[in-house]
Each structure stands twice: as C-alpha cells, then as structure tokens.
C-alpha cells in the first residue's frame, strides 16, 4: 500500500513538470495548432458527452482537476510494475502511459480521435511532457522511498558517507579560528 502511495505522490509531484514542460514547448506550435491541448480537449469533450456546462472557469479547474488526478493515478501503477527507479525506466513508462492514453482508452471512449490523427507538432509535444513525466516520476519516488528510510533511521543507499567525525570541540575551534582570522 505504501509503495501505492509514493507513486501516487510522485505521480502528482511529476505532473507539475509536466504542466511546466507542456507550458514551454506549447509556444513553439504553429499558429494553427494553437487550440487547446489534450487534457482540456478530453475534459471539454466529457462535459459535452454527460450534459456538464460549468462555464470557461469551471471547466479549467476541471482540466486542471483530472489532469493532476490522472498523473497521480498513473505514478502509483508504476511502482507495482517495476522496481526500477532510474530517469529512463520512468520516461520510457511516461511514454506507455501516453501511448496506452492517446492511441488506446482515450480514443476507445470516444473523447479524442487518436494520436494519429492530430498533427506531428503536437505529438512531440506530448510525447517530450509524457516523457518528462515519467523520468520526474521515479526520481521523486526514489526520493521518496530514500525519505521513508531516513526517517526510519536506515543508512539512504545513495547518500553520501560522512568523512569524518567531527565533536563540537571541533566545530566551536574551527569556528573560534575562522573569526580570529576574520577579524584580526
């Protein structure tokens, strides 16, 4: 159940660089590919299909409701299939994800034509976010399972090994000396 919980929290943690990145590379589109992106197109068609008319606010809280809540969902599927936690393990389950949503369930559904169907430009945006997503995704559960150890007092695999010992007779000397010369 934990590890459920970390990867739904990463998952949510990864959206918000997903959201960034989809913010940044959306300026490159050409001018005719300047309509709403996926997440406000499946959310607009879904309140068209059940009769929702929550107006041009509402709507983008929605959008912005689902699309967290679908990268949430989706983070915490990824630690019950892999053990792996590296940046390309997580890219390359950003990019299942993105396929199995836009060329599967999506268009199965009937919230969007498939991803073969839309412009190349748009693809690439999509697929370079998804793939953010992904790699963001297991960076924050790695942290977030190194987190989990740390508080439990367990040695963090990764951290670094402390060199030395130091005892506050050391510290207080060391900085003693660091004024003197300071101020001398």
Known sequence: MRRILY???A???ATMAMTATIQKLQRFLPRR?????????TTQRAADLTGVDGGKGKLAAVTM?????YGAITGAVYPL???????????AYGLAVW??????????????APATRHPLERNLLMLAAHAIWGAALASGLQKLEQTEAAFQGE??????????????AKLANGAGRHFREMHA
Do not use: C, M, N
């Open 155 to 168: 040695r963090v695999p990764d951290a670094p090994k402390r060199r030395r010992k130091w005892s506050r």
């Open 33 to 41: 590919q300047a309509y709403p992106l996926p997440p406000r197109e």
């Open 11 to 13: 998952g949510l943690a």
């Open 65 to 69: 409701a689902a699309h967290f809540a």
């Open 81 to 91: 299939l892999t053990k792996k936690r590296s940046p390309v393990v997580g890219g």
């Open 99 to 112: 396929a199995g949503s836009y060329l599967g369930w999506i268009p199965a559904v009937r919230l969007l």
């Open 7 to 9: 990867g739904g929290l």
